[in-house]
């Protein structure tokens, strides 16, 4: 049998063939074959007299083995296979065909992408198999939980220094914030939180890690065990000051939401500032300013619930107040206290044996007493030590016994008689 003999066909024109060789046999009407195949009567038409001219061939699609009208220039595809070897070749497909689109004005598919690499056998990124996780359901609320992380990477591929990314997202809508910073600490932690309370208002509650930021690992004093409170980080006691409650994960993939979303900024936003040549924190945070509302509007979700429980954003001037870092100082008798091995002089005279010191996030120093803040000043020199002069030890005399017949112990009457004897002695 040779080729010519040969007619292709998939199942759906088989079935339809069946039908047709039905109707045209006068065993069903031709409304009958339409309502059958799921075709108007007007189509059934035109393919019963394409068959009794072409016979079976004629159910076949006429494009079949024909190049596509829409088919994409080989140009382009030699271009973009080029483009993405030289620019591209880490990106994954879907965020390489999005700068293709961007940057060089070809508009494809990922998956025509990956077709192209396959047929050149060319190597790209691929998704790697994820292991099995319990499902959590989202919140229903915008601003309800949101949870927080910090994650070290080498963000600027070697262009520049070593540093952090704060990062915040909201459980229900995967609404992201973040702001770089050069190390993972209380401050920072502080200061990202004021720019995200500014931005969105106070969440009702945060899903933090156990880093010692968040967590304190002391071992609680006294008085805490008294009132029944376990010890609490700097953070998160301005947390419960501003009513938010702290939940800490036990394991990462507890907030799997937050190092997934890290996971998509170490690939996206890492490419995105080596195609800008960014290679400082500062000019990052000036860069994430445009880059994560884009981020949000391309993988935002829509909430269960359109209410938004994020409370108003506190003035300025509170939120310094609440987000920095307290500590007591015990009151010297010259009015002075220490701290973080500086001492500063109180310049009034006050009642307290203790005060509290405030350590703000633009480096300023409070130091209050009941609410009222006190004046006080750096001593920058410290005054010199009163050195005792040494003790001059005096030896101690021996106490010295005399003998029995020492003078002292004769009697008064016996040396007299001997003195004169010795005087009249010629």
């Known amino acids: 049998m040779t080729e010519k003999d040969m007619i292709t066909m998939s199942r759906r024109e088989a079935k339809r063939l069946h039908i047709l060789l039905q109707a045209l046999g006068?065993?069903?009407?031709?409304?009958?074959?339409?309502?059958?195949?799921?075709?108007?009567?007007?189509?059934i038409r035109r393919l019963i007299k394409r068959i009794r001219i072409e016979g079976d061939e004629?159910?076949?699609?006429?494009?079949?083995?024909?190049?596509?009208?829409?088919?994409?220039?080989?140009?382009?595809?030699?271009?973009?296979?080029?483009l993405f070897q030289t620019q591209y070749k880490d990106f994954n497909l879907a965020h390489a065909t999005e700068k293709l689109s961007e940057v060089h004005g070809i508009t494809i598919n990922d998956e025509t992408l990956r077709l192209w690499l396959n047929e050149s056998e060319i190597s790209y990124k691929k998704r790697k198999v994820k292991k099995h996780r319990q499902h959590r359901e989202r919140k229903a609320h915008f601003g309800e939980l949101v949870q927080i992380d910090g994650s070290h990477h080498d963000w600027f591929e070697g262009r520049g220094p070593i540093c952090v990314f704060m990062g915040y997202i909201d459980d229900a809508t995967n609404t992201v914030y973040g702001h770089f910073y050069d190390y993972e600490g209380t401050l920072p932690a502080m200061d990202s939180m004021k720019r995200y309370i500014k931005r969105?208002?106070?969440?009702?509650s945060v899903y933090l890690d156990k880093h010692s930021t968040y967590k304190s690992w002391a071992e609680p004093t006294i008085e805490e065990q008294l009132n029944d409170q376990r010890p609490m980080s700097h953070f998160e006691k301005s947390l419960d000051e501003l009513s938010v409650e702290?939940?800490?994960?036990?394991?990462?993939?507890?907030?799997?939401?937050?190092?997934?979303?890290?996971?998509?900024?170490?690939?996206?936003?890492?490419?995105?500032?080596?195609l800008k040549g960014i290679k400082s924190v500062e000019e990052a945070n000036e860069f994430l300013k445009t880059y994560l509302p884009k981020h949000n509007r391309k993988f935002k979700k829509e909430a269960a619930s359109e209410a938004d429980l994020h409370r108003p954003a506190p003035h300025s001037r509170e939120l310094d107040r609440i987000l920095c870092i307290k500590e007591e100082r015990t009151v010297k008798n010259d009015f002075t206290i220490a701290h973080n091995g500086t001492l500063y002089q109180i310049k009034e005279a006050t009642q307290a044996q203790k005060v509290l010191v405030e350590e703000r996030m633009n480096g300023t120093l409070r130091i209050s007493y009941k609410g009222l803040?006190?004046?006080?000043q750096k001593i920058v020199k410290k005054p010199p030590r009163e050195i005792p002069k040494p003790?001059?030890?005096?030896?101690?005399?021996?106490?010295?016994?005399?003998?029995?017949?020492?003078?002292?112990?004769?009697?008064?009457?016996?040396?007299?008689?001997?003195?004169e004897q010795t005087l009249a002695v010629p």
Request: with cysteine; charged share 35%; net charge positive.
């Open 200 to 204: 969105y208002g106070s969440p009702q």
């Open 246 to 274: 702290v939940i800490h994960a036990n394991s990462p993939q507890a907030k799997g939401r937050v190092e997934r979303f890290f996971k998509t900024l170490q690939d996206r936003l890492v490419k995105e500032m080596r």
């Open 26 to 43: 006068k065993k069903i009407t031709q409304d009958e074959a339409a309502a059958i195949v799921g075709l108007s009567d007007r189509q």
């Open 391 to 419: 003790m001059v030890l005096i030896p101690e005399k021996k106490s010295v016994i005399p003998s029995s017949d020492h003078p002292w112990k004769r009697p008064y009457k016996a040396i007299r008689k001997r003195s």
């Open 373 to 376: 803040d006190l004046r006080y």
């Open 58 to 82: 004629g159910i076949c699609h006429r494009s079949r083995g024909k190049a596509s009208n829409h088919r994409i220039p080989k140009k382009i595809k030699a271009k973009t296979l080029k």
